[in-house]
């Protein structure tokens, strides 16, 4: 039996001189690895999670939809000419997953939409069907929601950006979302074509279709984006189909608003043809019943364009919610923010967002680059002198060694020990002012703060970063030791400085940070930062101190190893909260503040991460003028 392989990655087999019963093994197992158990459940968590918080979730359950073939180009309409096939009315009853599973379409899709018409949601409707079919079968691939707007850089393949996004979104390591890309593991369903900045969407689709053709092209993908973009592109996706979401009819208006209680205002948006067709988006229908009767109808009417409608209707969202009255949980008996600090902090953080094009917000991922200019050099001045003090802590438990050593020898002699205990102070200023400073103030001009939320220990690092920093300290320390006191002390103290420096080194080298879990809880990767430093500390401090016999030498030396698996984060992230807060950007308890902008429905939460109930709406904030709201007293 021979067997070859095409670039689909099935595989085929010449059964013509096999007789019997033949069972083709895939090569999957039986059950699925434990990290693919622990992915797929963080998906049914995301996906359920957003749909229940959904604004326009009951809308757009009753969504029609139409086919609209000539959106794509499928792979055989190369060899296959026909004409321009027109649009097809789907029948109501058909669900997105029975699209998605048809004949025609095979699991290759394209939906499309006007903006608030549900794609989104449409979108995680579909990912729920699968993640179902995921768990009843190991042979299914893993539904994994990705939004384009990160994808920021045009020479990127698609396929390395999912394994960036499956790091950063999921934690799952780079050279296991490799593997799972490779062997066709993940089913990708791309979301927000239209939202990658406009000069780079040309291209971003030229890359998916790159993928799809490429050698771990995959066994099915979605792809989602507003029509009126999606038309104007030059280069049309290769997929098997496309999916229209139609606007709501008249009747589904009509029923919706009666169903929720808001009989007047359909009375009202029935008499104007304009705001009826305005209000067709589900999104935005849920977002007028939410609204009124915050908003004056009236002057909504008024208004001639969609632009100045849609602006009028969100001033009027966010109004409604910013003084809506609600049991808060977030802050419980605590005074919650006022509407002015809310919205304040709602238009930073979308401008933020905005800035690096994202529509998922994580308070680890805080940055230096955010703060005001004028903050900047007071954040490298802090972050220098803490780490300076720290250099300096080292240096003052070694000088003190060198006092006691050599304070023995000189015992009866006051004037001596006077002399060692005076140069260990100079030890300690300069460590502090001069070394620690400069040292701080480079290592921290560009860097960006990375979490250190799993450790891990390699002896082949450990054993080369040993012998680097032992060899070369131990023959710093050795010339040195040379011009102090002569060879015999020199070789001592090279000999000191290749077992201890360099053990140091090897711990460093040895452990291996990486940011690899789901983030479950807000600031997740500060907070395991934060023990990492500790663990890490202790136990490279208590080596070092049991070398030194001294205690002090434990303190100091723990706290610099610590640095290197998760202080340094700690430090800059910590300082830069304390700036921004300073600045009156942000609140000191981010996350009790995002969980109450979640609990006012102008956030979803999905374990530790944020976004924007819809991107019109983190759209809007990001075009409000922080400026003209004073300030914040």
Request: proline fraction near 3%; charge should be positive; hydrophobic fraction near 45%.
């Amino acid at each position: 039996m021979s067997r070859s392989h095409n670039n689909q990655g099935r595989d085929q087999f010449n059964i013509e001189n096999v007789s019997g019963n033949v069972v083709v093994n895939n090569g999957r197992e039986s059950n699925r690895s434990r990290n693919e158990e622990i992915l797929l459940q963080a998906v049914k968590d995301e996906i359920d999670t957003r749909l229940a918080s959904s604004l326009h979730n009951a809308v757009f359950l009753q969504l029609g939809k139409e086919a609209q073939p000539d959106q794509v180009k499928r792979p055989w309409d190369r060899e296959i000419k026909i004409g321009i096939k027109a649009a097809q009315a789907i029948p109501d009853d058909t669900t997105i997953a029975q699209v998605f599973d048809c004949p025609e379409i095979k699991g290759k899709l394209l939906i499309l939409g006007q903006p608030g018409a549900g794609k989104t949601t449409t979108l995680l409707d579909l990912v729920k069907e699968l993640v179902k079919k995921a768990e009843d079968d190991v042979n299914c691939p893993i539904p994994i929601l990705f939004n384009l707007s990160s994808w920021q850089d045009e020479k990127q393949l698609i396929r390395d950006w999912m394994v960036a996004e499956l790091k950063s979104k999921y934690g799952v390591r780079t050279k296991l979302g490799q593997q799972w890309v490779e062997e066709r593991v993940l089913l990708p369903l791309l979301d927000g074509l239209d939202e990658v900045a406009p000069e780079r969407q040309e291209k971003c689709v030229q890359q998916i279709n790159a993928f799809l053709a490429g050698e771990f092209a995959p066994l099915y993908a979605v792809v989602c984006s507003r029509i009126a973009e999606y038309e104007n592109y030059e280069t049309c996706l290769q997929l098997n189909g496309a999916v229209y979401l139609r606007e709501l009819s008249d009747a589904q208006i009509q029923e919706y608003l009666i169903k929720v209680e808001r009989q007047a205002l359909w009375q009202f948006i029935a008499q104007s043809s304009e705001l009826l067709a305005f209000v067709r988006a589900p999104l935005l229908l849920s977002m007028a019943v939410l609204a009124y009767p915050q908003n004056n109808i009236e002057q909504w009417h008024q208004l001639q364009t969609i632009d100045n409608q849609l602006e009028y209707l969100l001033n009027a969202y966010v109004e409604r919610m910013l003084h809506r009255q609600i049991g808060t949980c977030a802050y419980g008996k605590c005074k919650p923010p006022t509407p002015r600090q809310t919205r304040y902090w709602l238009i930073w953080l979308a401008g933020q967002m905005e800035k690096t094009s994202q529509t998922e917000f994580l308070i680890e991922e805080l940055q230096p680059y955010m703060l005001p200019v004028n903050k900047r050099k007071n954040y490298r001045l802090i972050i220098g002198l803490i780490r300076g003090l720290i250099i300096g802590l080292s240096w003052l438990s070694l000088e003190l060694i060198g006092v006691l050593i050599r304070g023995l020898s000189w015992l009866g002699y006051l004037s001596g020990l006077s002399f060692w205990v005076s140069l260990g102070l100079i030890g300690v200023l300069i460590g502090v002012l001069i070394v620690g400073l400069i040292v701080g103030l480079i290592g921290v001009l560009n860097s960006k703060i990375k979490s250190v939320e799993v450790i891990k220990f390699s002896w082949t690092k450990f054993i080369k970063g040993w012998l680097i920093s032992g060899l070369i300290s131990g023959l710093s320390f050795g010339l040195i030791g040379v011009l102090i006191s002569g060879p015999s002390f020199g070789l001592s103290f090279g000999l000191i400085g290749v077992l201890i420096v360099g053990l140091i080194g090897g711990l460093i080298g040895g452990l291996i940070g990486e940011s690899i879990d789901v983030k479950t809880t807000p600031n997740q990767g500060i907070k395991r930062s934060a023990m990492n430093y500790l663990i890490s500390g202790l136990i490279g401090g208590l080596i070092i101190g049991l070398s030194w016999m001294s205690w002090l030498s434990w303190l100091s030396f723990g706290l610099i190893i610590g640095l290197s698996f998760g202080g340094i984060a700690c430090i800059q992230h910590f300082t830069l909260r304390l700036l921004l807060y300073q600045s009156k950007l942000s609140p000191w308890n981010y996350a009790r503040f995002l969980n109450y902008s979640t609990e006012r429905l102008f956030l979803q939460r999905v374990g530790g991460r944020y976004r924007f109930v819809h991107k019109l709406l983190q759209d809007h904030f990001a075009r409000m003028p922080a400026e003209s709201l004073g300030g914040l007293m």
